[in-house]
């Protein structure tokens, strides 16, 4: 115990943690007991001695600061370098959250808002049209297209309500459609190629009327790109990455000699989709995925974590509003909206959604999970999520497509109950 408060001390120096909110609210109402993070060791540790991961990182945050920090394993069985806080790993859809923070500053800049039309700054998206499924007297299905009843607004995009689906094999012809286009192997497209393709598809719905997870956050990026006058990733960089101190965070890593400091999934385990493997980091690409496309280090989304939990700011430097980031982890799909959800509705039975993050509306059974704790994931496994009523947040940090759900249920259940919730 006394090695462990030793790194936590040397941890809060490494991410730069702050705890004004606590001094100004008090304690939180819950805290972390040692038997129960040493159950929470114990579970990643199995994990690593039957195979499933070659290695892992999890950081704990309360008031602030590191309650909880342990690099498990190796990065990568092939290289057995050992896991560390500087690895590096694909983020996928924990991109999501950082782009619509730089739509947000936009709107508080009132150079965006969330009922603008896309089409506004993308004009194409004004004439695409939406398939539906027509079946004819022999039992063979068409396609008709049908004119949008409203247009697709910013909105649309962040709260995936927007019609622009990933596009699965077996999910109907529009995903078909959208599996063939192979829109998430973009990777010599820049960001207005990649919009102007999406506009060649129909949509899979009228917007505003289902969830229906996919490419929206990337159509984003794009139309951040419009509005700045920048790349997304110079936009992020200006604002956001570089003062936030997120040095590793970018779309892939460019430098060589970061290479051996990137994880890999167990070498059986790279399978993303039916026909997608998990990208390579090393490689160059023009597209910049504002959905999925970031990588990064424990450190870095500690603080863009941190900084959300603080209410937009971060070692005296204002972000966002706090308002603002209120409104962002907010459930926007409420009943009231009338917005139905997918079959894969991955926010779960208890969550709405937000502007990017699912948002926990009611209380699992047979726990004491706070509302209001707002999250979300990524395909490679990572995965977060903060807890105002708290002052808490969690960041874990894994390569395991094929592991990720069953790992992020049962370690979020164990750190809960670490808590007495």
């Known amino acids: 115990m006394r090695g462990r ?23 939180a109402a819950h805290h972390f007991s040692p038997e129960g993070l040493a159950k929470v060791s114990d579970y990643v540790r199995n994990e690593i001695a039957t195979g499933k991961i070659p290695g892992a990182i999890l950081l704990l945050q309360q008031h602030g600061k590191p309650v909880y920090y342990e690099n498990f394993g190796v990065r990568d069985v092939a290289t057995q370098l050992s896991m560390s806080a500087d690895t590096i790993f694909r983020l996928y859809s924990m991109s999501k959250p950082i782009t619509s923070v730089m739509a947000m500053m936009l709107v508080e800049e009132g ?5 603008d039309p896309v089409s506004k700054y993308i004009p194409a998206f004004a004439d695409m049209k939406v398939g539906v499924e ?7 299905v068409a396609l008709a297209l049908e004119p949008l009843k409203r247009p697709i607004m910013i909105e649309d995009l962040m709260r995936q309500t927007a019609g622009v689906p990933y596009g699965y094999y077996g999910g109907g012809e529009v995903n078909k459609l959208y599996a063939d286009a192979h ?29 229906d997870y996919g490419h929206g956050i990337d159509v984003l990026g794009r139309v951040i790109e419009v509005i700045t006058g920048q790349s997304l990733f110079q936009f992020e960089k ?8 997120m040095n590793d965070a970018a779309f892939y890593v460019a430098d060589p000699t970061k290479w051996p400091r990137i994880a890999e999934p167990m070498p059986n385990d790279r399978a993303i989709g039916q026909v997608t493997q998990v990208r390579d980091p090393r ?3 023009k597209w910049q995925s504002g959905g999925g496309g970031m990588v990064g280090t424990v450190g870095d989304y500690a603080r863009f974590a941190q900084m959300l939990l603080n209410g937009g700011t971060y070692e005296g430097r204002r972000y966002l509003k706090p308002d603002t980031i209120a409104l962002m982890a907010s459930d926007h799909i409420g009943p009231e909206t009338g917005i139905a959800r997918d079959q894969n509705y991955y926010p779960g039975p208890n969550s709405g959604y937000g502007l990017s993050f699912a948002v926990r509306t009611s209380v699992p059974e047979g726990t004491s999970w706070p509302l209001g704790e707002y999250r979300w994931d990524g395909v490679g496994g990572t995965f977060f999520f903060i807890d105002p009523e708290d002052d808490f947040l ?14 992020q249920q049962e370690l979020k259940t164990l750190i809960y109950r670490a808590m007495g919730r």
């Open 394 to 407: 969690g960041i874990f940090l894994v390569q395991t497509p094929s592991q990720r759900g069953r790992i």
């Open 238 to 245: 200006e604002r956001l990455l570089g003062p936030l101190g």
């Open 283 to 285: 490689k160059p690409l």
């Open 5 to 27: 408060r030793a790194l936590v001390a040397a941890l809060v120096l490494l991410f730069g943690a702050v705890g004004a909110r606590a001094s100004s609210e008090g304690p």
């Open 183 to 211: 829109l998430s192997h973009s990777d010599d497209l820049t960001n207005a190629e990649f919009a102007a393709k999406v506009t060649t598809l129909p949509l899979a719905e009228q917007p505003g009327t289902l969830w």
């Open 111 to 115: 150079k965006l808002r969330l009922d």
């Open 134 to 140: 027509k079946h004819g007297e022999d039992g063979k």
